[in-house]
């Protein structure tokens, strides 16, 4: 046990497997022991779980610099609410509406980046969408309710639990949370997941083995817009309200701190990022005023000393926390 | 593996919705966040994030419950304060609404600039029937229609209170007839200027043109040009502090020299101190909340409250405007007794009537079935070269 | 040729890029108007033997002694300001500027008071890059760009010029041009340590040579002693 | 037509500012590849050393402009040392968000110390507008745009006819072109972000007596500079002077002709259909994608 040697680490993946699948079990006490404000935080957590693995496969696994995530939530927030405020849709279907919708924000995204639109040219046209997102929602008052912002009904109901309060929020969440993070896992280890790092490790020799890698860039921006868009529909129903103000620049900043607190790449380290930033400024309002100081010195500070996330801690503990995706 | 992980949800999802009940004990929420020694108070505010500047209202507020405790307090019982930050961000207010309400256990909640905020926090706070005062924001969805639990109130002038302000002021100009408007494309500017159109429009005038200027121009070139080819009689201004000075400054710069009626958002006195040029704001009138200019006579009492707790604040036109629902919310506290309840404090806060705070323009009155407790505001504007309260065109308060 | 004072020694260099390791203790050295060539296979380390005199690359562990002085853990700059000068095997010019603006660039850090005198000397041995010295670098053909390349590092009026590939990818007339050239700079009184895969150009003009293979000296001498053999050259390289 | 030469010489004046927020960018970014996503921030942070070194050190405002830009660069020089140069093995995206981290540092910082205020920045140049023609010209456009051509003529001076700008040229085509010289690329790199932020310094200093003092002052002009860098081709330096100079007059011509609502969003635009139609700009080559 105490040798040191790459080979005997404490935990197998065997057991890692488990382990994984022991987290959300664990996390099923959760209501039983947090007050509302608690579980809100929780909540957050598990929405802005869905936010950073959606953006992960873009930031990290397929190692583009594109901003549009905010859109994408944006889309998914809105899409959600406005087909159950005016078109009664329940709450269920909207989920899956808002995915599609979200899968279509990210197809029209990924257009420009196929176009060569790269690196920072990639980064500030995704910029301005967001931002010209966030002027349709102010500016489109007969359905977004413009700043005032568009309520969500009372009576929602998923798959007839009514969510009225933290509690069936939590249950639901966990649920989406789990199914997606799952798929997303799923995706990424299998051919196609493999192929989309193989574009961002070199994109000309990826497709000089006869991958197809315009497909895959697309289908990585259409999963990552699905993903991000279920989140959205998601924190619609956590926040009550879907206001214009919630997807500005600074929540896209937020998201991209996530990111890169957890590990680039990484499904785990989007968990852990979530975790991260969800709760740590809850944790600097004790020190008020101060929130943006800590949020920039313990992002710099991850950059510096950790630089491939938190999650790089959890390698220290053992290899196995290591996602491969790609061999060469 | 997966199907029976979907199991153990659905189990402990049904098991939760069991627990969901009635949890929470009717005795237990008529005395949360009091003890013999305190009154819990939570105060949100923006104290961080691009309307930080608005948190002075809060500090002031905080300033008065200070003095109030070193007072001896309510019935032996003394604020505590727990301030929150909002970053003016929904997402952060909700989560310090349920910080205070969970969490902090906070008798009631007092404070809040940001409508945006406000309205996102809403949906939290108002289920649970803890009284809450809205002391500086000014959409008036936040209080009316009366929330179910009937626990909300304004405690500044809102929306409609100052806008309809704005457009009186504005109609009472002899001749004024074609008005034009700069605003910007938010909830804050519309709760300002769709009040006042509304009077405008209902006492014979016209709105000519409508022009937006968004938060961060540092030009006004292209809406100043604009306007002065409307020539209006009046220009309604519902901008924030930096662009309205922005607007003067170009206004000036163009020759457009037509009054114009601006928001609580901004002052007379600092918006001359940031534009550095009396003549540009001598055709500006504005809102002003209080009885007296900023730092007047009148308002002496208040900034020295302000600034024995706080000696580096800098008194600006939000300082003091928290503290006369502060003054209300004392007064009602006072006449509960000592047996304090929730219900019996929002009794009382009904049964305030006319309250003169001698710090806002206005009496607080509020009732069961309206939460607007202040339905008028002065204006400040420039008589023959002096700052001057006003109660309309040419009538000093 | 023992009797002029050493200029470069290069000991024990191990170099390694991440956990792949490219050099694996080479030891030569060099002497004052000495001409080396460097041969080996292609991915023997010759071009990072060069690299890492010249401080771009990084020595895991070994000594490199210039002129004595340590320059083992030296910054690049500092290593260029002593005189040790390489001409890349990509040539890395300033592809927007004109030919003069390249070549004048090489006396810019190290030489600006001669830079004139310089630039004279360069014309005299590139007659060619006179004419053409108002075009712009990306304009020229590979064995020009070559030319200005050489140039550039005779700019800074160098003490030890490091060759990298020479003649690689350039026409057999500018190979036996560069060939040439490369003997007027030696006839001048140049020392220079040359990476050259073309052997008969190597041997042309080099006095001594080392053979690189898998990052370690296999076999080194004299050009002379060859007398003219070099089929067993090549077999040392590459088999 | 007196209305459209308003507006143009107004877009002018604020694409002066845009211009010099564009160049401190592209300096930046042709160096080192990296685009500053922090820089609003750092102009705010130029401006804000201005009102401290007046108001609470007392120095002659000139002495005080100087001094900030100095500190921008000394800032600039232990930016690229201290937080750059540690993570340059990484990718690209680490440089993104440590370049918002830092800033969002300072955005941090300044709300701390003077959050709940919004200073009136002084003026030092306070003239009455006069007329040419029916055209009204102010101080504070006569004062932008003269400090902002007569940088503008001394940058672009050092540029292309000194040794020291042939040199920048030199390391902006080929980076190891430019270690075969002798140019310590690393002590390059942060010079070159030192006046990068020296620069965008300059453009908060200028701008601040207008926009007020606040700690959000830098954030409006980040995207109106990534606009202009877009509108003029990305990396030219011509380019981002031209562009921010458009990029202002657009915003004008916009906000009068089609509809005021649309001048905020007018940079965006501007970044939307550049890319869509022709990504390289008006001035920038073809674009070459680094992986």
């Known amino acids: ?328 | 593996m997966k199907s029976f992980l979907i199991k153990c949800m659905f189990g402990a999802m049904a098991l939760g919705v069991l627990l969901i009940g009635n949890t929470v004990k009717a005795e237990d929420w008529e005395t949360t966040g009091l003890t013999d020694k305190a009154i819990k108070v939570g105060v949100m505010g923006p104290f961080t994030g691009n309307a930080s500047s608005y948190s002075k209202t809060q500090i002031g507020l905080m300033a008065y419950f200070k003095h109030i405790n070193d007072q001896g307090g309510i019935h032996g019982r003394k604020f505590e304060m727990f301030p929150e930050d909002t970053a003016c961000a929904p997402a952060k207010g909700i989560a310090a609404a349920k910080k205070l309400v969970h969490q902090d256990k906070v008798f009631y909640l007092h404070g809040n600039s940001c409508s945006a905020v406000a309205m996102a926090v809403k949906p939290t706070v108002s289920p649970t029937g803890i009284p809450w005062i809205i002391a500086h924001a000014v959409n008036p969805k936040i209080t009316m229609p009366v929330n179910e639990k009937k626990s909300i109130y304004h405690g500044v002038p809102a929306g409609p209170a100052y806008g309809s302000t704005m457009g009186e002021f504005v109609m009472s100009k002899p001749g004024a007839k074609r008005i034009a408007m700069i605003t910007h494309t938010n909830d804050w500017a519309k709760a300002y200027c769709d009040p006042a159109i509304k009077v405008i429009k209902a006492t014979g005038g016209e709105i000519v043109l409508e022009q937006a200027l968004e938060r961060g121009q540092t030009d006004a070139t292209a809406q100043v040009l604009k306007l002065k080819g409307a020539k209006p009689d009046f220009i309604l201004g519902c901008l924030y502090e930096a662009e309205t000075v922005i607007f003067l400054r170009d206004a000036k710069k163009y020759g457009l020299r037509i009054p114009v009626m601006g928001t609580a958002g901004t002052d007379l006195e600092n918006t001359l101190e940031r534009l550095g040029d009396k003549d540009a704001v001598k055709d500006y009138y504005v809102l002003h909340a209080f009885v007296d200019k900023v730092d007047g006579p009148k308002m002496k009492k208040w900034n020295d409250i302000i600034l024995k707790y706080n000696p580096d604040e800098t008194i600006t036109g939000f300082s003091a405007v928290s503290m006369a629902s502060g003054v209300a919310a004392v007064k009602a506290l006072q006449n509960v007794g000592p047996d304090l309840t929730r219900s019996k404090f929002i009794a009382e806060l009904d049964k305030i009537k006319g309250l003169s705070t001698g710090i806002l323009a206005c009496d607080i009155t509020w009732s069961a079935t309206d939460r607007h407790g202040c339905k008028k505001s002065a204006v400040a504007g420039f008589v023959d070269g002096n700052p001057t309260v006003l109660s309309s065109w040419g009538k000093p308060w | 040729m023992d009797t002029h004072n050493e200029v470069l020694s290069v000991s024990g260099l191990h170099v390694s890029y991440g956990t792949k390791e490219v050099l694996r203790g080479i030891d030569y050295n060099i002497s004052e108007r000495e001409v080396v060539a460097v041969l080996g296979a292609n991915g023997s380390g010759k071009s990072t033997s060069l690299n890492a005199i010249s401080g771009f690359v990084g020595a895991s562990s070994g000594r490199i002694v210039f002129n004595g002085t340590d320059i083992t853990e030296l910054a690049a700059h500092k290593i260029f300001r002593l005189g040790v000068i390489q001409v890349s095997q990509a040539r890395d010019l300033f592809p927007g500027l004109t030919v003069e603006h390249n070549l004048r660039l090489g006396a810019a850090v190290r030489n600006r008071e001669e830079i004139e005198q310089r630039l004279e000397v360069v014309f005299n041995y590139f007659p060619r890059l006179s004419e053409r010295r108002n075009q712009q670098a990306r304009s020229l053909s590979g064995g020009e760009q070559q030319m200005v390349a050489i140039g550039r590092a005779v700019m800074a009026n160098p003490k030890l010029l490091l060759l990298d590939e020479p003649s690689g990818g350039l026409a057999p007339q500018f190979i036996n041009e560069i060939g040439d050239i490369v003997q007027a700079l030696k006839d001048d009184g140049a020392t220079m340590l040359m990476v050259e895969q073309n052997l008969s150009l190597a041997f042309k003009v080099a006095d001594r040579f080392i053979i690189l293979r898998d990052g370690m000296v296999s076999d080194g001498g004299f050009v002379k002693s060859l007398e003219g053999n070099h089929d067993e050259i090549v077999r040392t390289i590459y088999l | 037509m007196d209305i459209f030469l308003q507006l143009t010489l107004s877009g002018l004046s604020q694409g002066a500012i845009f211009a010099l927020i564009a160049l401190s960018l592209t300096v930046v970014y042709r160096a080192t590849t990296i685009v500053n996503f922090g820089h609003g921030d750092f102009v705010m942070a130029g401006a804000f050393f201005v009102y401290v070194l007046v108001i609470y050190v007392e120095l002659p405002y000139v002495f005080a402009a100087i001094s900030a830009v100095l500190i921008m660069l000394g800032m600039g020089l232990g930016v690229s040392r201290g937080f750059i140069d540690p993570i340059k093995a990484g990718p690209h995206i680490g440089f993104a968000m440590m370049s918002i981290s830092l800033g969002y540092v300072l955005r941090g910082g300044a709300r701390f110390l003077w959050g709940r205020e919004v200073f009136p920045m002084p003026r030092v140049f306070d003239i009455e507008p006069f007329f040419i023609g029916n055209l009204v010209v102010t101080g504070d456009v006569l004062f932008i745009s003269a400090i902002v051509a007569v940088f503008l003529l001394i940058f672009f001076f050092i540029f292309y006819r000194t040794t020291t700008g042939v040199i920048i040229q030199a390391v902006y085509q080929s980076e190891r072109g430019a270690t075969l010289i002798g140019v310590n690329v690393r002590a390059f790199h942060q010079s070159m972000w030192g006046v990068g932020l020296a620069m965008g310094a300059l453009a908060g200093i200028l701008i601040a007596p207008i926009s007020l003092l606040h700690p959000d002052l830098g954030a409006t002009f980040l995207i109106r500079g990534f606009a202009a860098m877009t509108l003029g081709g990305f990396g030219s330096l011509g380019g981002a002077v031209v562009g921010g100079l458009l990029l202002g007059v657009a915003e004008q011509l916009f906000g009068f002709y089609i509809n005021s609502s649309l001048q905020d969003i007018t940079a965006y635009l501007i970044i939307v259909a550049v890319l869509v139609i022709r990504p390289a700009g008006l001035f920038g080559r073809t674009v070459t994608v680094r992986v």
Do not use: C
């Open chain 1, 1 to 328: 046990m105490e040798k040191k040697n790459g080979n005997t680490s404490l935990i197998t993946s065997n057991q890692l497997r488990w382990f994984y699948y022991l987290v959300p079990v664990a996390a099923l006490i959760i209501p039983f022991v947090a007050n509302e404000y608690l579980l809100w935080i929780v909540n957050a957590i598990l929405v802005y779980t869905l936010v950073t693995v959606g953006f992960n496969i873009i930031i990290g696994n397929l190692g583009q610099l594109a901003f549009a995530n905010t859109a994408f939530f944006g889309i998914g927030a809105y899409t959600s609410a406005i087909l159950m405020v005016y078109g009664g849709v329940p709450y269920t279907l909207s989920i899956l509406m808002s995915a599609i919708v979200g899968g279509l924000a990210g197809f029209l995204a990924s257009v420009t980046a196929l176009r060569g639109i790269r690196l920072y040219y990639l980064a500030i046209i995704t910029l301005a969408f967001g931002e010209l997102m966030r002027w349709v929602y102010l500016h489109g008052d007969d359905v977004t309710k413009g700043s005032d912002g568009l309520r969500i009904p009372d009576d929602i109901f998923f798959l007839g639990i009514p969510l009225d309060s933290e509690v069936p929020k939590f249950f639901v969440f966990l649920l989406l949370a789990v199914l997606l993070v799952k798929a997303t896992s799923n995706l990424m280890r299998s051919r196609i997941g493999r192929a989309i790092v193989a574009i961002r490790e070199n994109e000309a020799t990826t497709a000089s083995l006869g991958i197809h890698t315009a497909r895959y860039i697309v289908l990585a921006f259409v999963w990552s817009g699905s993903v991000v868009g279920v989140a959205g529909a998601m924190f619609a129903v956590l926040t009550e309200r879907v206001l214009p103000e919630a997807f500005g620049l600074t929540e896209v900043i937020i998201h991209f701190g996530m990111v890169l607190v957890g590990g680039t790449g990484s499904i785990v380290g989007s968990v852990i990022g979530a975790i991260t930033l969800t709760t740590l400024p809850e944790y600097f309002r004790q020190f008020p005023g101060m929130d943006e100081l800590f949020f920039g010195i313990i992002i710099v500070l991850v950059l510096l000393f950790l630089p491939k996330g938190i999650v790089s801690l959890l390698w220290r503990i053992s290899p196995a926390f290591k996602e491969r995706y790609y061999r060469d």
